[in-house]
């Protein structure tokens, strides 16, 4: 299993999460810290539904089964990267309970405790050591990894004495509070109470405002959003998506707090709070792609160079100082999306009916109705679509 990192009386999901421009779309990261506070379960539960995994998740996979290429790959892996998926991933279709995996100890399961692995302990150093103590360490490790391979069998204990001796004050720092170690043949009353001391002083120093868990709340939450947003279990069919109306005669809440309900699953699947912008520019490609396959308008007023990311050939850069992510084209299908729907919402501001817009679409001419009668409907319920983006 992949590795997910991870109301006012739960916790408050989006101050950590930022928004990425990559050429000429925005990406929505989700924020790591409050999302490894949902327990494992729902990290998962969650994460499948978000559309970045959907799309990327069979290009990052590290058997590669589709015989990627190597820097599609990456750039997939970068992608979910933004969203806390770390490490091989799983096809979306899998719930927890189907997952090949080996249950969590039971003190990591309810999401306030993470185990530090040595992935974890490298990433603090790359993230926060200065260039020069980078380099002091990455040559102290290399010599040692020789020595290893040499035979020297007091190599490890060597770099243990070598590494102590290493005057770099930056070393003796530390680089985040949240990681600490305690001695377990200490008394266990004793080891609670330092803990229990230790995080009240950090929520202090941090401004952390204290949260009350509402796991109970995790299912419906995730049973509201599957109605409202047409998810099939593996993706998102917008042929199967309800109302808030039709979800609170069928299940049998008040159409407010399904509403609420709704924008909390959002909140927590994409780490933004509900917007136009981050549903237009996340969900809604998937669920064009449900429709129809279109491509550009004839009218189009951006015209695009469209490299769908593929097997083979291997990409070609597009300029020396772009980043992988624009080298490989894998942000595409989104600019392209992009640029279909600016195109559709002005014309339908321009008066045309749905028949006249299809027109200009090339693809099916059921399909291209289907799709401007969908988002039609979408620019009255979720908003208009280039103030979402502009």
Not at 160 to 188: C, H, K, M, W, Y
Not at 219 to 239: A, C, I, S
Not at 291 to 304: D, E, F, N
Request: aromatic share 8%; net charge negative.
């Amino acid at each position: 299993m992949s590795e997910t990192g991870s109301e006012s009386d739960q916790p408050q999901f989006g101050r950590d999460s930022k928004e990425i421009a990559i050429g000429e779309f925005t990406f929505f990261a989700r924020g790591r810290d409050e999302f490894l506070q949902l327990p494992i379960e729902f990290r998962w539960e969650f994460t499948r539904r978000h559309p970045y995994y959907l799309r990327f998740w069979s290009l990052a996979a590290s058997s590669n089964p589709r015989n990627v290429q190597p820097e599609i790959q990456e750039a997939a892996q970068q992608m979910l990267w933004l969203i806390n998926v770390v490490g091989d991933t799983c096809r979306p279709e899998l719930s927890y309970s189907e997952l090949d995996s080996d249950p969590p100890v039971a003190a990591y399961a309810g999401g306030a405790l993470t185990p530090v692995t040595y992935r974890t302990c490298i990433g603090l150093l790359g993230f926060t050591l200065s260039p020069q103590s980078l380099e002091a360490v990455a040559q102290l490790l290399l010599e040692t990894a020789n020595e290893v391979t040499s035979g020297d069998q007091d190599a490890r204990q060597n770099f243990v004495f070598r590494q102590s001796q290493l005057r770099i004050s930056e070393l003796d720092q530390i680089p985040n509070p949240g990681v600490i170690s305690f001695r377990p043949r200490a008394p266990t009353r004793a080891i609670i109470e330092d803990l229990r001391k230790h995080v009240e002083d950090l929520k202090q120093s941090l401004q952390i405002v204290e949260t009350r868990r509402r796991e109970d709340k995790l299912p419906q939450y995730l049973q509201v959003w599957d109605l409202r947003e047409g998810w099939t279990g593996n993706g998102y069919d917008p042929r199967r998506e309800l109302t808030y109306r039709q979800i609170s005669q069928l299940i049998g809440l008040a159409e407010t707090t399904v509403a609420e309900h709704h924008r909390s699953a959002f909140r927590i699947i994409f780490g933004h709070d509900y917007a136009p912008r981050v549903w237009w520019g996340t969900l809604a490609p998937l669920k064009w792609e449900a429709i129809a396959s279109v491509s550009r308008p004839t009218r189009a007023r951006h015209p695009l160079t469209i490299r769908t990311p593929r097997d083979a050939p291997a990409p070609q850069l597009r300029r020396k100082d772009s980043s992988l992510l624009e080298n490989t084209g894998i942000a595409d299908p989104y600019v392209e999306s992009n640029a279909i729907a600016g195109d559709i919402e002005s014309q339908i501001q321009e008066g045309r009916n749905d028949e006249e817009i299809a027109a200009t679409l090339e693809c099916e001419a059921g399909d291209s109705i289907q799709l401007v009668a969908w988002f039609r409907q979408h620019l009255s319920t979720i908003g208009p679509f280039r103030l979402a983006t502009s």
